[in-house]
């Protein structure tokens, strides 16, 4: 299994960025997936998940309104669309995937058995 994160990189405060995760190496299109960062100095924290089709998501309270999770099953991708983006959205961005398949949303990170080794998101205010 390989999540491959990518799309981060150095962007003012109220700039967007997209970050993408490639998925291999297991069913991707009946699996929830997620995002998770972890800030500088802190623990890591849940962003956003999807179901498999895409048709409910979840967010964290801190990125709801801003940031849009999306998939595009035919190509084993996910996307994080991130808008007005605020300093305190600096960390590093890691994409995850459920354990198993048809599985509820989870905000947890121990409902993720599957993660990337995670893209570096610097936003300069």
């Known amino acids: 299994v390989q999540l491959q994160a990518s799309g981060g990189g150095l962007v003012q405060a109220g700039g967007p960025l997209r970050l993408s995760c490639a998925a291999s190496?297991?069913?991707?299109?009946?699996?929830?997936m997620g995002w998770f960062r972890r800030p500088p100095g802190k623990e890591r924290e849940f962003v956003a998940a999807?179901?498999?089709?895409?048709?409910?998501?979840k967010y964290a309270d801190s990125v709801k309104g801003r940031f849009t999770i999306s998939r595009d099953n035919a190509n084993h991708r996910m996307y994080l669309q991130m808008n007005s983006l605020k300093s305190e959205d600096t960390a590093v961005y890691y994409c995850?995937?459920?354990?198993?398949?048809?599985?509820?949303?989870?905000?947890?990170?121990?409902?993720?058995?599957?993660w990337g080794q995670g893209t570096l998101v610097t936003v300069s205010s």
């Open positions: 995850a995937a459920a354990s198993g398949v048809w599985s509820v949303v989870g905000t947890g990170a121990e409902s993720y058995a599957y």
């Open positions: 190496g297991l069913t991707f299109s009946n699996r929830v």
């Open positions: 999807i179901n498999w089709s895409g048709g409910f998501t």
